[in-house]
Structure formats: C-alpha cells, structure tokens
C-alpha cells in the first residue's frame, strides 16, 4: 500500500530504479519525486515510464482532436498539472541539474507538459551521459535544449524512438529546422554522441508535414555522411 516515492526512500542504497507502466493519466507519481531521489545517494540508472496505451504523443494527440481542444492535431498544451505536481516537476527539474551519480535515464510517454518542464534542469546536468525520450511528443524548445546540450560534448547516448514533434498551429517548417538543428549538432566537432538513434512517429503524426520531412530526411543524409 506504499507508494513508489516511499519505497524509493526505503531502498535508498539502489544504483537502479525502473518505475514502469504508470497510468498517463496519474500525476502524483511526481510528487515529492525528487525528494525521494535525492535520498538514493548511489542511484546511476533512472527509468520512468508512462503506459503504451494512455499517454503516447499520438494518443494523446487523438483524445484533443476528439474533445475539440485543437483542430489542427496539434497537442494541446495547456497545462493539466496541479500546483503540487507543477511545483514537484520544478523541484525534479532541480534534482536533474544538481545530482553527480547519475549517468542513464529513460523517460517514456511523459505527459506532454512534464518534459518541457523538466528541461532547463536537464539542460544543465554534467553526469548524464545516456539520455532515452523514446515515445514523447518534443517541441522545438526542447529539440535546441537537446541540440545545445549534444554540442557541449556530454551525451556518448541519446535515443528518440518513436517521437511526435509538437506544434502550435501550423509551423511544420519551424518544427523540422529544431529537428534538423539536433542533426546538425550530432555532427558538431564538440559532440561526442557513440549512438544516435533517431525514429519519428508515423508521418501522418510526426508534426512535421510533408516538406518538413523531406528537409529533415535530406539532413539526415549529410549527417550521416
């Protein structure tokens, strides 16, 4: 009848912790997350993973279109967060951009208004060194954190399955130069990166339009060579 905060407390001596198929729908799995981490001194390998069928950027993408909330496939991005959960995202963002120990996370089909909260933090951590958002919607703001963070040498991992770039209107283009920015970053002579692997979403929910994928898809060739 614990809740995962109080069993990460009392396995404070674990290197690893996957907390996996967490309803999308329930907030609380952040509050006093970072609390709890913080008192897992050792802890290298982070994995925090939200349920395939609840909160994938698509699903969430078609429960909007559904409720009217946007018209365009866009995700909406009015925020759903509490004040309690906003405030437990921040202080995660915090634990992120402070801790030394850890160098692996994975955070899965986040809810689309956790990871742009949790990026300045992440922005700034000088541990991590394999960093796995598979299944996330991305907005441009955090495709040039990733960017950004690539050309300042310290990811040797960075794994994007399965993404949905997020947008406000119609911005397709805007959308695939951040894509194409974290492209041009892989091949930045300060990036260290030994695996990139990047897959976008079906195109029909990539967010990034037709001419928009092209562009990326011509990057990605010049990357690669």
Request: proline residues 2%; hydrophobic residues 45%.
């Amino acid at each position: 009848g614990r809740s995962v905060q109080q069993l990460l407390v009392s396995c404070a001596h674990l290197q690893v912790a996957h907390i996996e198929g967490i309803n999308g729908g329930d907030y609380s799995c952040f509050i006093d997350l970072a609390g709890a981490l913080r008192g897992m001194r050792s802890l290298k390998e982070l994995c925090l993973a939200f349920a395939d069928d609840v909160a994938s950027p698509a699903t969430a993408v078609q429960q909007q279109v559904i409720a009217g909330q946007q018209e365009d496939g866009a995700i909406n991005r009015e925020s759903q967060m509490t004040t309690a959960v906003r405030e437990s995202v921040t202080d995660l963002a915090g634990y992120f951009a402070a801790v030394k120990t850890l160098s692996k996370l994975r955070m899965h089909r986040l809810p689309p208004d956790i990871l742009p909260a949790l990026m300045p933090g992440l922005a700034q951590n000088k541990s991590i060194t394999h960093l796995d958002l598979s299944g996330n919607g991305l907005d441009q703001q955090v495709l040039r954190t990733l960017a950004g963070w690539m050309r300042k040498g310290r990811l040797d991992v960075l794994i994007l399955h399965d993404i949905r770039i997020v947008k406000t209107g119609n911005r397709s283009l805007a959308n695939a130069l951040a894509v194409i920015d974290v492209l041009k970053a892989v091949s930045n002579i300060g990036c260290r990166l030994q695996v990139f692997d990047l897959m976008l979403a079906h195109e029909h929910e990539a967010g990034l339009g037709d001419s928009g994928l092209q562009q990326v898809a011509r990057s990605s060739k010049a990357t690669a060579k």
